[in-house]
């Protein structure tokens, strides 16, 4: 007991407190290793001449380990909960590998492949190679289903922290749809898309919607019906993006684009000019295709059509056949019969016309098409 007391102030004695919560943790262990009747070692003494000459360095929080290191669960588990899914192997799926040997023959194998990196001086990396404030871009190691393994990209948005990575909205007022011309930095042209946008975190995706409505168009918002929520690119971007169809107000427009956007005209089409528009390549973002698709679905706009195949041109008249010379009686193949007239059933029979709902509630998610028989 007069070693404890002596240890108690030569803590009491420190001005580091780092040092003094640290040795009141060794004292807390001697004790019980005493009270359990081990004997520790001769040299484990606690003196101000020890602890200033062996200091241990103390971490807080999580240390991540760089390069190969980083393929443990540790880079994991700073990404949202939807991307933290390993998967498994033996169910078809691709699995992220993060036991350390399997991930280290992994990245040997890979090295060739990511030769030419300007990420790190090897030129290859396992986990997060590049975070900002809005995106993680993330090589996992990976092994398929065939039994193969190999690296592979991801890119993932931040915002998926407590929800979706943006929204999309099909503007309309009167049976016109609004799109605009925007200037792309990845495609290095000049697009005809609909609103969309990125969600901040904390806000849904209804005020994203008007926001980006009010940015991009400047016109007033109605009403908004969610129609379901898509995938753009599922190769490589791990994004979901939630579908409005959303109805503009009149009045005078004001529109607040971002100095960091470059738009175009606001383009004012009808639904077969949508049409015409897409078939000849104006028109090819995959979210606003997707959107029109959607919408289509939930019978909440008419079917595009393309005013080229809307009409039916008239067929040519065929060539008139050669007739066949009649079969000599004990030619091969059966005897004629007169065939027995069917009645038509399920297959043959005509569908009846079908015709979407039209009524909708402004505040309601559209789950699935909705049709009703005539």
């Avoid at 359990?36 to 003494?45: F, I, Q, V």
Wanted: hydrophobic share 30%.
């Amino acid at each position: 007991m007069n070693r404890a007391i002596q240890r108690e102030r030569d803590i009491r004695d420190l001005s580091d407190e780092s040092l003094v919560s640290r040795l009141r943790t060794c004292v807390s262990r001697k004790r019980a290793h005493e009270e359990s009747g081990e004997t520790s070692s001769p040299h484990a003494k606690f003196t101000r001449q020890t602890v200033s000459h062996r200091q241990t360095p103390q971490f807080q929080g999580t240390v991540l380990p760089s390069a190969v290191g980083m393929a443990k669960a540790s880079y994991l588990a700073r990404l949202p909960r939807v991307a933290q899914k390993r998967g498994d192997q033996s169910k078809g799926e691709i699995e992220i590998v993060t036991r350390k040997k399997s991930v280290r023959r992994i990245d040997a194998e890979c090295g060739p492949d990511l030769e030419g990196s300007a990420l790190g001086k090897n030129g290859k990396r396992i986990g997060i190679l590049l975070e900002d404030k809005v995106h993680f871009i993330v090589r996992d190691a990976v092994e398929f289903p065939s039994g193969a393994a190999g690296c592979a990209m991801r890119i993932i948005g931040k915002t998926q922290f407590d929800g979706v990575n943006g929204v999309i909205a099909l503007t309309h007022c009167e049976g016109r749809l609004f799109l605009r011309k925007i200037f792309r930095h990845a495609t290095r042209s000049w697009e005809l898309e609909a609103v969309r946008g990125r969600r901040e975190t904390g806000m849904t995706s209804r005020g994203t919607v008007r926001k980006e409505v009010k940015e991009e168009l400047g016109y007033p918002v109605k009403r908004t019906v969610k129609l379901g929520s898509i995938r753009p690119e599922t190769a490589l971007l791990a994004t979901e993006v939630d579908v409005f169809w959303t109805e503009l107000g009149r009045g005078p427009r004001k529109d607040d684009p971002e100095p960091k956007e470059a738009f175009g005209p606001v383009v004012e089409l009808s639904f077969g000019e949508v049409g015409e528009r897409i078939m000849s390549g104006e028109i090819r973002d995959g979210c606003t295709i997707s959107a029109l698709m959607l919408a289509q679905l939930a019978g909440v706009m008419e079917p595009i059509h393309n005013a080229a195949t809307a009409s039916p041109q008239p067929k040519e008249p065929r060539e008139p056949r050669e007739p066949r010379e009649p079969r000599e009686p004990g030619e091969s193949g059966e005897p004629s019969e007169p065939r027995e007239s069917r009645e038509p059933n399920e297959l043959t029979r005509p569908m009846e016309s079908m015709e979407p709902i039209e009524s909708m509630e402004s505040t309601e998610s559209i789950a699935s098409p909705t049709i009703i028989p005539r």
